[in-house]
């Protein structure tokens, strides 16, 4: 998570997606019009892909424990530091998204972070 103000000039890729209020009660928010999920991860804020990289679940019905994001599907997870997937899966990791808040708002760059994938 990055503290850093968005100013205008730099706005441009980031969108709006919740107020923390919101995300602190839910754990897991859908991003409305994208298939993406800003998550609640012990205090930090983590935005990823909303499909299982392995067999496209919906990982907004998965459940957050120590850092992890546990597929509704099968028992793999995904470190939510940096995406990387239960060792042994077939499986490319988690795609995660930079994230900023301003006041209680709560925004995602659509520029990927691992643009390796
Ligand atoms: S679909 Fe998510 S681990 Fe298989």
Known sequence: ?????????????????????RL????????????????WNEGNIVACERACPHEQ????????TAGRLHCPRHAASFNLRDGTMTAGWPSP???LYPVRITGEQIWIEMQERQPGR
């Open 93 to 95: 990791p988690l795609r």
């Open 57 to 64: 679940a919906d990982l907004a019905l998965g459940q957050v």
């Open 1 to 21: 998570m990055c503290a850093r103000p968005i100013s205008v000039d730099d706005a441009a890729g980031w969108i709006p997606v919740c107020d923390l209020d």
């Open 24 to 39: 602190k009660l839910e754990a897991i928010v859908r991003v409305a019009g994208r298939d993406l999920l800003v998550i």
